[in-house]
């Protein structure tokens, strides 16, 4: 279980370092530079922050600098914000795109696992045929028509209520997760209904189901320890993933909703051509990638122990 | 709010939402009144002439913690926005002072700025040249004062959050949460604090989407939006809201590149260009916004002359369309550029609107002139780069002042601006620029000006396309909401709330 995670560990860092190194070139190789203004500059405005910036330096210094800095877990000063630093806005707006994030993978997983295993165990009736669609839809139709739906329906209810029933936007407050997670984790939840529901209509035809009833188990229990466990595996590969993508921001939702979350920001600074920031949040976001796939690969170990027997041999 | 105040370090700022903020949290010597006009603000009046100016400031300023703001706050924040570390900007607003520009190039130290305190309620000022304009630039974000002790404990901090600044204006910023909201509440030192009659400003949500803005005003949760995408006009217009246009003082035009190689250096080639265009058909057709004025000078038409509006002082023919000129100009370019016309490659922004304008001039030059338009949509520091480098022909391209002066617009053809993308280079322009920055007699000054700009206009350096309209609207419980082209906007500080029987916010 150590070797395991040790491996794991090592071929993350290389990874992050992967993606310091390709993310530092392809951002100073687009045209262009942070400094650069609409309105123009003078000369000496210009050299002054170019100066201060560092970018005057040639690139190999600039990246040498980088990873010393990045070492410490200095992700330097935003281009744009030029009295933030990255490591600021990491920790003032991560923390809201993860309690967003989480609250959506909640929604999703539960409601994944159960939509699933109703279609599967109910397959070809109504309640299956229901579910279907609605899968297919959730997948399709993408999130910021979902928001915008929504959001508009919100504020007519509102409207028609004569008060606010629920907000339209912004943060503070419980009230305000509710929208934004429900639409932040739809796809999620989509996609997690179809896999449950492969899953589970794969397990269910096994020779092990089979001998669980031929024993005389209820069918209670064989869907519980038999059935659902082992149809759990694959929806448990996806989480990892799963957890970045969601809790790491969406853009689409932040924006509608007005949520001060990690997603704008990366968007913004994408647009802005802020170095650092675009830099920080991509190992930020990379490492944190490269975790969550490490913790899902011991979860599953735990869950499913032929994965154990191997690596201990 | 589309997005957030980059940060409020007035020396540094130099985005209209950071100015909105700056604006209502601090004060200048001067305000800008309602009608454009600077009226007293931390001083209380003052003396101007072609060498200098005395400013005398009132006993009962004060910083928002109780302090007296003295002559010596100005003194420190002037010098600071001047030293080349500060990196400022707009530092160059300051340049008629004397030394300013030296201090700012780093050839002289800071305390050798023409601008001192003989005691702590007079400011005087020494120009470099005279100005016609200084006391309209008073009211600017960088002539701020500013509180030494303040500005030093937070260091490179200063103004990154609201509780690392400190006030002189209407109202201080008693919350700023990064990304979602900001608050700002009276201030309770303010001189003029009995005339302020909004007890906060909030922006509850900040967001670039046009769509939620318009939900959140639907819900009640805003009372103003200030701009409304092309899009929201019709749905604004179905829900019963009232809208209103606001000429925010931009000018739009194209910008033509003078770089050697560049077919559009060809005098004959731009007259073509611009003689299939019709700025009233642009107006209607391609903008849509309702009262948007069609391109004429740079210059636009609302600018202040000397006795009445530049424009009406110094006017200019409006352009028509003449497609027989086009083809004699066309054939003229012909045969200069040894033949044939290259394609020409039209930068842009990307967005939707970029598109449709540059769509338009595609058809109309491939109809009327047989030429080929590409068209470079770029995302914005791209744009920028690709502007600074010149690789295009032609590029759309906005200016709005940044105070209030013809001389902003039209110091755009000088060969030292570096707004000036397309290097487009005339020595006579520059001459009369620059005999206009030392002229003192006000007429003289505006008319060397007009000259400049009737030049760079006749051989087309730009092609001025329309001056901008925006439609805003707010909740009819608010009132008195000001809006200015130059300056914090829109301008809360005399608005109020009045009852309509409805929910107030």
């Given at each position: 279980m150590i070797r395991l995670l040790v491996r794991r560990l090592l071929t993350g860092l290389a990874t992050v370092f992967f993606i310091v190194t390709a993310t530092f070139l392809a951002v100073h190789w687009v045209p262009g530079d942070p400094l650069l203004q609409d309105k123009g500059q003078a000369p000496e405005v210009r050299a002054q922050l170019i100066h201060e910036y560092g970018l005057d330096q040639p690139l190999g210094v600039q990246y040498g600098v980088y990873l010393r800095k990045l070492a410490r877990g200095d992700f330097g000063i935003s281009f744009t914000q030029q009295n933030r630093s990255v490591n600021d806005i990491i920790r003032e707006h991560f923390p809201v795109s993860a309690t967003l994030g989480l609250l959506a993978l909640a929604l999703a997983t539960l409601g994944g696992i159960l939509l699933g295993s109703i279609s599967a165990l109910r397959r070809g009736r109504a309640a299956d045929q229901a579910t279907r669609l609605a899968v297919i839809l959730g997948i399709s139709v993408p999130s910021f028509v979902f928001a915008a739906i929504l959001q508009y329906g919100v504020s007519e209810l509102n409207q028609r209520a004569g008060m606010t029933v629920l907000p339209v936007g912004g943060w503070g407050t419980a009230a305000h997760l509710l929208l934004p997670s429900l639409v932040l984790g739809l796809g999620t939840l989509a996609f997690l209904t179809r896999l449950m529901r492969s899953s589970l209509l794969e397990v269910i035809t096994q020779d092990h189901v089979r001998t669980a009833r031929a024993k005389g188990l209820s069918e209670r229990q064989v869907f519980w320890s038999h059935q659902l466990r082992n149809a759990l595996l694959p929806v448990i590969t996806t989480l990892g993933p799963a957890v970045a993508a969601l809790t790491t921001g969406g853009f689409v939702v932040e924006s509608v909703f007005a949520i001060p979350g990690l997603g704008r920001y990366f968007v913004q600074a994408v647009q802005q051509l802020d170095y650092t920031v675009i830099l920080g949040l991509t190992v930020f976001y990379g490492t944190f990638l490269v975790l969550m796939v490490v913790a899902i690969d011991l979860v599953y170990a735990w869950v499913d122990p032929r994965i154990r027997w191997e690596h201990h041999g | 709010m589309s997005q957030e105040p980059p940060q409020l370090n007035g020396m540094k700022a130099t985005d209209i939402t950071s100015f909105f903020v700056l604006g209502h949290t601090q004060e200048g010597l001067t305000r800008i009144?309602?009608?454009?006009?600077?009226?007293?603000?931390?001083?209380?009046?003052?003396?101007?002439?072609?060498?200098?100016?005395?400013?005398?400031?009132?006993?009962?300023?004060?910083?928002?913690?109780?302090?007296?703001?003295?002559?010596?706050?100005?003194?420190?924040?002037?010098?600071?926005?001047?030293?080349?570390?500060?990196?400022?900007?707009?530092?160059?607003?300051?340049?008629?002072?004397?030394?300013?520009?030296?201090?700012s190039e780093g050839k002289l130290d800071a305390s050798k700025l023409g601008v001192s305190a003989p005691d702590d309620?007079?400011?005087?000022?020494?120009?470099e040249r005279p100005c016609a304009y200084f006391l309209g630039l008073t009211s600017a974000a960088i002539t701020y004062p500013i509180r030494e002790d303040i500005h030093r404990r937070f260091g490179d901090k200063y103004g990154a959050d609201a509780n690392q600044m400190i006030f002189s204006g209407p109202f201080l910023l008693s919350s700023w949460i990064h990304g979602a909201s900001l608050k700002m509440t009276r201030n309770p030192h303010y001189w003029n604090r009995a005339a302020i009659r909004l007890d906060a400003i909030e922006v509850p949500a900040i967001t670039p989407d046009t769509n939620a803005k318009f939900n959140f005003f639907k819900d009640r949760k805003v009372d103003l939006i200030d701009t409304l995408g092309r899009d929201d006009l019709l749905k604004a217009t179905q829900q019963g809201y009232k809208l209103r246009p606001f000429a925010d003082g931009s000018v739009l035009f194209l910008a033509f590149n003078f770089r050697a190689g560049r077919a559009t250096r060809n005098l004959n080639l731009r007259k073509a260009l611009a003689a299939v265009f019709d700025p009233s058909e642009y107006v209607q057709r391609v903008v849509t916004i309702p009262g948007t004025q069609p391109g004429l000078g740079l210059v636009p038409r609302w600018m202040q002359g000397h006795r009445a509006r530049f424009r009406d002082e110094h006017r200019l023919e409006p352009r028509r369309p003449d497609f027989a000129a086009a083809k004699r100009y066309l054939e003229a370019a012909r045969r200069e550029l040894g033949g044939r016309i290259p394609p020409l490659t039209w930068l842009t922004g990307d967005t939707a609107q970029g598109a449709r304008e540059a769509e338009y001039f595609q058809q109309a030059f491939r109809r009327h002139l047989g030429i080929t338009l590409h068209i470079d949509k770029?995302?914005?520091?791209?744009?920028?780069?690709?502007?600074?480098?010149?690789?295009?022909?032609?590029?759309?391209?906005v200016w709005g002042p940044d105070y209030n002066d013809p001389l902003t617009f039209v110091e755009l053809a000088t060969a030292w601006n570096a707004a000036n993308r397309g290097q487009y280079r005339n020595a006579e322009v520059d001459q009369k620029v620059r005999a206009a920055q030392v002229t003192a007699d006000p007429a003289r000054r505006l008319e060397l000006l007009a000259q400049a700009e009737a030049i760079a206009l006749d051989e087309l350096a730009f092609l001025p396309t329309h001056e901008r309209t925006v439609m805003w609207m707010t909740q009819p419980w608010l009132k008195n909401v000001i809006r200015h082209p130059i300056g914090p906007d829109p301008d809360l500080t005399q608005a109020s709330i009045v009852s309509t029987g409805g929910r107030g916010p």
């Open positions: - | 009144d309602a009608n454009g006009k600077p009226s007293p603000g931390v001083a209380r009046s003052w003396e101007l002439s072609d060498h200098g100016a005395v400013f005398h400031l009132r006993n009962e300023a004060r910083w928002s913690d109780g302090q007296p703001i003295t002559a010596r706050d100005f003194v420190y924040a002037w010098r600071t926005v001047l030293q080349p570390r500060t990196a400022s900007s707009f530092a160059f607003l300051l340049f008629p002072v004397r030394n300013a520009q030296a201090i309620h007079t400011l005087k000022v020494e120009f770029q995302i914005f520091k791209q744009r920028l780069a690709k502007m600074n480098q010149g690789r295009f022909d032609i590029a759309s391209s």
